[in-house]
């Protein structure tokens, strides 16, 4: 007589869906501190403060991770900024 293992499905495909990733913000030569600063806080609901250290972490290191959550959380935000010619990746 032989026992079977009883499984389980795995719930690593709804994971991968919702994998966290990183919206990233670049630095350009293009907009200025005060545009960025605006649109992080509008897009990304940043507080100013918030803001202004992802603009010059961006400035000083040439890229700065603006906001976290699923692919399909950070699309709008990507978007809206991309619109805003603003140089943005998610990762």
């Keep these: 007589m032989s026992t079977k293992e009883k499984t389980y499905p795995s719930h690593k495909t709804a ?3 919702e994998e966290q990733r ?5 630095n350009d030569d293009v907009n200025t501190f005060d545009f960025v600063i ?4 509008e897009v990304c609901e ?10 010059l972490i961006a ?9 976290n ?8 935000c990507y978007n809206e900024m ?8 998610i990762k």
């Excluded at 940043?46 to 603009?55: D, K, R």
């Excluded at 400035?59 to 906001?67: A, N, S, T």
């Excluded at 991309?82 to 990746?89: A, G, Y």
């Design 38 to 41: 605006d649109t992080l806080i």
């Design 22 to 26: 990183q919206l990233v913000l670049y």
């Design 15 to 17: 994971e991968k869906q």
């Design 59 to 67: 400035h000083l290191k040439g890229k700065c991770p603006v906001k």
């Design 46 to 55: 940043h507080n100013p403060l918030q803001a202004e250290n992802c603009a």
């Design 82 to 89: 991309t619109n805003r010619k603003l140089t943005v990746e």
């Design 69 to 76: 959550g699923s692919y399909k959380e950070l699309l709008p």
